[in-house]
């Protein structure tokens, strides 16, 4: 059927979902959610630029959990964790995978690659390297300090994005922005489970266990500075840690790939530069190469000796 001069607006957005549907997740709308999707897409219409509604939507199924795994699939018929697994799998022993911040990013690729087991308190947070390195010197006490909580009013939070619901003041004043995004601490529930996952991850850090801590920054002049006293924290009170840390370099790769090299090892720590070829879209990046380059360098790098 040829295409019209004039085809009315909602039908054109019926179609975007239909089609983004069919071509990344290979299959039909419900249509409960086809008639959301339409009427939301509407609304944003009123304020925004066609084609940013357009990109927007087509960005947000393109990114989700659903098409990712289906565009991996189509690469050997693996999913993420068959495609990371055989990083741990080469180890001479096993390693419990755990998020150190300093975004969300770095907890949302474990749980997708099945290698989060529990959550951590820095799961769902961002916070700069160096309070994370204070929440290691201090056992998260400075963390937990419920006085240091204050509300992001709505006004104040990045419009169409959940979180951004509190911040710590003390680590913000002091590090940059420290805020709470999935659970807020100045609620009871919030609070409760923060202070559940601090509980495991001090009794993560003083187990036997041999544990792989994996941090995802971008990079700044206090990067590595940050990383060597981490690393020199786990040293003196964890059992079995090894900080992998991710500093994401500013520009391009050379070539068409993720380029990833080892820039400082200190101990069995590893700090390690990447440059991606797609950029960080909430808890992921938009092209999954990134996510897998990055996930299996980080795997391998404590066996790596030498630069």
């Known amino acids: 059927m040829p295409i019209q001069d004039q085809i009315p607006q909602r039908d ?78 080469s180890r001479p022993s096993p390693l419990a995978c755990i998020a150190l911040g300093c975004s969300p990013r770095a907890a949302g690729m474990l749980k997708r690659a099945g290698l989060r087991r529990w959550a951590g308190p820095f799961d769902w947070m961002t916070i700069p390297a160096e309070a994370v390195r204070d929440s290691i010197v201090d056992d998260c006490a400075g963390l937990l300090l419920a006085a240091e909580y204050e509300p992001i009013p709505l006004e104040e939070r990045p419009a169409e994005t959940e979180g951004h619901l509190c911040r710590h003041v003390r680590l913000s004043e002091l590090y940059g922005p420290t805020i709470f995004h999935r659970y807020d601490p100045l609620e009871a529930l919030g609070y409760a489970s923060l ?39 786990l040293d003196r009170s964890a059992r079995g840690a090894i900080l992998v840390t991710v500093a994401l370099v500013e520009g391009p790769p050379s070539g068409p790939f993720p380029e ?34 990055l996930l299996r360098g980080a795997m391998a790098a404590p066996q790596i000796t030498s630069m």
């Open 12 to 89: 054109v957005l019926d179609a975007l979902v239909r089609a983004t549907h069919t071509s990344f997740l290979g299959r039909s709308v419900d249509p409960t959610w086809l008639a959301a999707f339409v009427d939301e897409l509407t609304r944003r219409g009123e304020t925004q630029q066609l084609t940013e509604v357009f990109t927007d939507f087509i960005r947000i199924i393109y990114t989700s959990p659903e098409a990712q795994k289906r565009l991996l699939a189509g690469h050997g018929g693996k999913g993420l964790e068959d495609v990371i697994s055989p990083g741990l799998a």
């Open 195 to 233: 202070e559940r996952s601090v509980l495991r991850f001090r009794e993560a850090l003083r187990g036997l266990h041999g544990k792989l801590l994996l941090q995802i920054t971008d990079e700044t002049d206090r990067s590595l500075p940050a990383f060597e006293d981490t690393a020199d924290m």
């Open 260 to 293: 990833m090299e080892l820039a400082k090892a200190y101990g069995p720590h590893r700090y390690l530069r990447c440059r991606t070829i797609s950029v960080p879209e909430g808890t992921a990046f938009t092209d999954p190469l990134d996510e897998i380059v």
